[in-house]
């Protein structure tokens, strides 16, 4: 398990109802199962890592962020996590509000726009940054919401969402030091990692 | 097609299947009510002593109780023998499978052929309307003369798969595991516009007698398998329909057809043509025209979503049943988008549901073809659920 999914882990108790949104090859809620006894159900949306994860007897479904969330009840879930999809979704803000209505917490991994490397290439090139994060050239890239850790703050102060905790991490997912600065965080986190809940 | 062929008497067949006879029958949704009732079914695998380990499979417009064993009136395999067996992805070693023939069938389940009490003679044409609550209502019949008061899972494609469906809403706390392939919550507008040209082929064949065909030692051969191959192709896909015959012409095929009842314009065939035409006349001979009917009418009638003011999420409001929902990329007969409003309505309801589209270019059929991604997708969800649900492994069993 990737070092933020471990994190995340962290953040969920015991017998939680949780929804994995965009839940790759099943790892986290095979975790979440096996160790915490939880309700793990996840959303994905490569079909290939659907088949292998219900395969594996995991409860996933096709599905994704922007489309699928809207059919759930009101809290059907405690916890739904997106791990670093957010800045790929169609509406963020929407996924958000549908993600803190479905669930009673919300868990967001995104990459972190706001890395002093980003803003020295932009700075001295004059070009789109690309990064080991940011990987793929304007044109192409998936990542048609780019944000930082002080938007997302912004984000979460305008729709009056509680902040429970954040967590600036790097790319291997190893906290950082920085965390207790918001402002350094957004200089030196390359992925941000929130729990929400409802205001 | 031989229109002298007769569905039953020519090759003997030896049925190795099981039937339970209830004398005092059951009350159908019409207000009819059938007795005695016959349920015809074959079982495969040991029925555990706890009596948790059967799965239900349910089988599709013109399938029947021979699953995993040689179909007694064909001779070939069982319609699902590369899925069910042991060491398959339904298990027999694991899981006791039980498949009975839908009520209004022929293979041995009362149905049209079966005599009425009242009249001492065959239903025939007049065999009462039936519904898909009424076909699962026999199969909870047999389900309680086999001592099973959960079933670990219900599986079924298609018309199958409607059947797992009603059972699920019927009968929430019955069904812990339900697995619909390639199926709908809803027989839509143009299934039931495919179902009437059907219909209408048997009722224009001269030999129909108004559904008392059997009285005057016909059937109506021509107008079944011409609903028959009508119904072949919505199974398939284009592509696989072009990539098996693509617009091949079968040489011979102007000495296999009679010439007086061909003009030599249709003599030559398209391998497509020869296909369809083989696949309707053996169809006439195991399939009865007045069941074709009976049932077809049964998937038209079915809508849970309409049973419920039109929310489909209703029916399944208080089930605890671990959903698997199978679709095919090809499939236009029971397409993705109504597996996907489904899917979307069982999350309405809170209910646990995985949902795959297999890729395929095999259209419907795809669900009884050699599909790994369908094999992987049964076997991993039945083996989750029985973990879910405390069933013991193969080994312990």
Redesign the interface.
Known sequence: MRVDQQLIAEMIPAKARVLDVGSGDGTLIDYLYRTRGC?A?GIEID?QS??Q???????????DADH?LA???DD?FDYVVLQRTLQAVERPREVLRQMLRIGRHAIISFPNFGHWRLRLQLLTTGRMPMTSVWSTPWYSTPNIHPCTIRDFLALCEEDGYVVQQWLAVDEDGLKAPWRRSIRFANLFGEQALFLLSRG | MDRSVSPSVEEGPVYTHQTMCLEEGMALECGAHLAPLEVAYCTYGTLSAARDNAILVCHALTGDQYLAEPNPLTGKPGWWSRMVGPGLPIDTDRFFVICPNVLGGCMGSTGPRSICAQTGKAWDSEFPPITMHDIVASQVRLVDYLGINRLFAVVGGSMGGMQALTWVADYPERVFAALPIATSPFHSAQNIAFNEVSRQAIFADPHWHDGHYRDFGAIPARGLGVARMMAHITYLSEEALSRKFGRRVRKEAATAVPAASSPSLFGEMFEVESYLRHQGSTFVRRFDANSYLTITRAMDYFDLAAEHDGDLSAPFGKCET?F??VSFSSDWLFPTSQSRLL???L??A?A????????SDRGHDAFLLDEP?LD??V???L???A?HAGLAKVEAL
């Open positions: 309700d159900r079909m659907v088949t994860s219900v395969a594996h007897g995991l409860p996933v479904m096709h599905g699928d059919h759930y009840p059907a | 671990r698997c929902v899917v979307r309505a999350n309405k809170g646990n549901v995985s949902f795959v589209e297999i890729e991604d992987r997708t076997r991993g969800f083996n989750g659920a973990e």
